[in-house]
């Protein structure tokens, strides 16, 4: 398996490379889309599952013995920030970026289709390669779920993987249990009784009562989540107000819950709930709060983790195995558990000795040959999957 990397890494870096210079962001992927069809075309053994969608694509690799249906995830769209890493292959589009290592991603998996469509005479069973559009809004795993990937493509094991910037290039994070978080966004309208600012006497003012539960939904995590689990709640945006003479009617507010348990979200939502209601009716005004929920959390298996750790000691050697920390980012991925056993890895993307910028910063890049240790990691989850290594 490494002599057939060493040959792949200039074309894996190269597809990288193109893909970083034409970022597309969520459901707006169709150079991506095409361009990914047009590898996957010129591969032996590969036929197209036909779902019916815009943008993203899914595709079947046929062994030649039988044994269990593997697949493979990556996540394909960009979002929108301004590059300000020179670099050959930066964006040609402004304001939009890989600035998650989604391309990088989609180039670990292509490879991984390369290097996988060589063994395809030894390969105990098929593998599916499932490229995914709108993961940044959480949306692209239900969109392919709701088009039939289940039933046209039915797995018995899923891996997927994103680059991790705090873990040094070479090596794989792995985690039993939840790795990222679970997220519910919150929209709560306060109303009140809106008039003149010099007879605040005769108004109920909600820009007071919004102030008032800003403060007082931070004891949601500070008072009802045990410090020894996670839980992050926050206020991201009051829209409310007009100029200096006017007391408003009403003000409302958005925000996002994120958890790693049930227990705690459920305890969170509940405080949050009562939070809400109880601290407008304070002020003499009325809550309406919708909860939205957006994703679960991403929760490794133990038999999965197991088969994880196997691949990975195949693919980049068992010192470099690492105990992934968690994160209260969220993936999409988590959409996929309950359809199939499924794990998700840390890919090790930071250069040594400088400092790594985390996802979504303008500055965000990934070590030079993460793509091909990603296709490496990929395809050797796919021979731990099917026993043969």
Not at 18 to 28: I, Y
Not at 264 to 273: F, K
Not at 327 to 344: K, Q, T
Not at 352 to 375: I, Q, Y
Request: aromatic share 6%; with cysteine.
């Amino acid at each position: 398996m490494p002599d057939v990397f060493t040959r792949l890494a200039p074309e894996i870096q190269k597809i990288e490379a193109q893909l970083h210079a034409q970022p597309e962001l969520s459901f707006e992927e169709h150079a991506t889309t095409r361009l990914i069809e047009e590898v996957l075309m010129r591969l032996p053994g590969f036929s197209r599952a036909e779902l019916g969608l815009t943008t993203g694509t899914v595709w079947r690799l046929t062994g030649m013995k039988s044994g269990p249906v593997v697949g493979l995830r990556a996540d394909i769209d960009a979002i929108r920030q301004e590059e300000q890493v020179q670099r050959p292959d930066r964006s040609k589009y402004a304001g939009i970026m890989h600035a998650c290592g989604h391309d990088v991603h989609t180039a670990a998996l292509l490879g991984a289709a390369m290097a996988l469509s060589e063994m395809r005479e030894s390969l105990c069973g098929d593998v599916v390669f499932i490229f995914q559009p709108a993961e940044e809004i959480l949306q692209g795993a239900k969109k392919l779920i709701a088009h039939g990937l289940f039933e046209k493509a039915p797995l018995d094991m899923l891996f997927g993987l994103h680059n991790q910037p705090a873990l040094p290039f070479g090596t794989v994070g792995i985690k039993e249990g939840p790795l990222m978080a679970g997220k519910d966004d919150f929209v709560l309208e306060l109303h009140g009784k809106g008039g003149h600012g010099g007879m605040p006497e005769s108004c109920t003012d909600p820009i007071v009562a919004a102030c008032s539960l800003v403060n007082a939904l931070q004891t949601v995590v500070s008072r009802n989540v045990s410090p020894l689990d996670a839980a992050v709640l926050s206020v991201c945006s009051i829209h409310g107000g007009t100029e200096e003479n006017l007391i408003v009617d009403k003000v409302r507010l958005t925000g996002s819950l994120r958890t790693m348990h049930e227990a705690v979200r459920s305890r969170a939502l509940e405080r949050l709930q009562a939070i809400c209601e109880t601290g407008a009716a304070a002020y003499e005004c009325r809550a309406e709060l919708r909860i939205m929920p957006l994703n679960g959390p991403v929760d490794n298996s133990h038999a999965m983790t197991a088969i994880a750790k196997r691949a990975a000691a195949a693919a980049c050697g068992i010192e470099n195995l690492r105990v992934a920390q968690p994160s209260m980012g969220c993936e999409d991925f988590a959409a996929y558990a309950p359809y199939v056993p499924s794990f998700f890895y840390f890919l090790g993307s930071g250069e040594k000795e400088v400092d790594n910028p985390l996802w979504h910063k303008p500055d965000f890049r990934c070590a030079s040959g993460t793509a091909v240790m990603g296709a490496k990691l990929l395809t050797s989850s796919v021979l731990a999957a099917q026993g043969t290594i």
